[in-house]
């Protein structure tokens, strides 16, 4: 089994498990499992691609629509002093997915994680999000460590 920290800053609560036995996840931007030791546990509810005055980002472009998804997580995680090296599960909901719509949504998350080895990702196809015109949906599990004071 290979487990390898997230960052040094990380280290002691999430390690990434991506056993050896098993194919190459991070190539596709996700890993099999993530390991994490205590720290609070945030929920962050699923990110559509809604700007800060409710404004869709992005219409008809998936892409676009996904890196809007991501920077509202970010912001979710910046809000408690979080990045997304503190996440530990990602699910991505697209609306009627086929294969040509990977490409899209794995090159913007790879963008959101840069050198982070990325968290499990589970990516579904779905009939519909909340509105019409939202394409893609992504909501997390993210873990804080504690700090002692």
Known sequence: MTATPATPETALFREAVNPSTLYDSVQFGFSHAVLHRGGDVLQLAGQVAWDADCQLVGAGDLALQTRQALANL??????VGATP????????????????????VLGEIAQFYGDVIPAPNTFLGVQALALPDFLVEIEATAVIPRRDG
């Open 85 to 104: 090296a503190n996440i530990v599960r990602l699910r991505t909901y697209v609306v009627n997915h086929a294969p040509d719509k990977l490409g899209p």
């Open 74 to 79: 970010r912001a979710v995680l910046a809000a």
